[in-house]
T-cell receptor
């Protein structure tokens, strides 16, 4: 069974710090990786996706992918209290459109 | 665009009753997904459709669950009979087909189901 593992947290960082969120996956054939943010009581919303090894930056967010280690991470620079949410890592299943989600990491940014 | 629309937003029912959840995907999207989210199990895929055809229903927990997509703009998820362990938030999501760049799934607001 395909698995996506995340530390449930909470991860607590002070405002202005870098938050580092990590995710490992079991399906070595996976090609596409996504980070979703979910505020309490709301639906998940896409922050970033990444397909190639290395880093991908979008504003304060950087996604990092290491396929050899089956590892994906999300860095949030200059963390703000509004970044406090649960971050879901998702992996596109090989050969189909479905995503397998991790259980999420709850991030708390302290003012 | 109004985004993915789900109804009802909240549903409280008694064990044994039939529950029907509804979803309208984003216009032009040819993939529709039903997910269930609980604290214990996280976000789980139940079933997904492509062009109104069910592609993978391996996540449907048991025969009490059924899903249909009679046309491109409407899908239902039915639970009959409902049980307390079905209590969860049910999300519908849609996406457009194509290459990997089109894999962003847009989620609806969810239906919070409570079975007493």
């Amino acid at each position: 069974q395909k698995e996506v593992e995340q530390n449930s947290g909470p991860l607590s960082v002070p405002e202005g710090a870098i938050a580092s969120l990590n995710c490992t996956y079991s399906d070595r054939g996976s090609q596409s990786f996504f980070w979703y943010r979910q505020y309490s009581g709301k639906s998940p919303e896409l922050i970033m996706f990444i397909y190639s090894n290395g880093d991908k930056e979008d504003g304060r967010f950087t996604a990092q992918l290491n396929k050899a280690s089956q590892y994906v991470s999300l860095l949030i620079r200059d963390s703000q209290p509004s970044d406090s949410a649960t971050y879901l890592c998702a992996v596109k299943d090989t050969g189909r459109r479905a995503l397998t989600f991790g259980s999420g990491t709850r991030l708390q940014v302290q003012p | 665009d109004a985004g993915v629309i789900q109804s009802p937003r909240h549903e409280v029912t008694e064990m044994g009753q039939e529950v029907t959840l509804r979803c309208k995907p984003i216009s032009g999207h040819d993939y529709l997904f039903w997910y269930r989210q609980t604290m214990m199990r996280g976000l789980e895929l139940l079933i997904y459709f492509n062009n109104n055809v069910p592609i993978d229903d391996s996540g449907m927990p048991e025969d009490r669950f059924s899903a249909k997509m009679p046309n491109a703009s409407f899908s239902t998820l039915k639970i009959q009979p409902s049980e307390p362990r079905d209590s969860a938030v049910y999300f519908c999501a849609s996406t457009a087909g194509g290459g990997p760049a089109y894999n962003e799934q847009f989620f609806g607001p969810g239906t919070r189901l409570t079975v007493l």
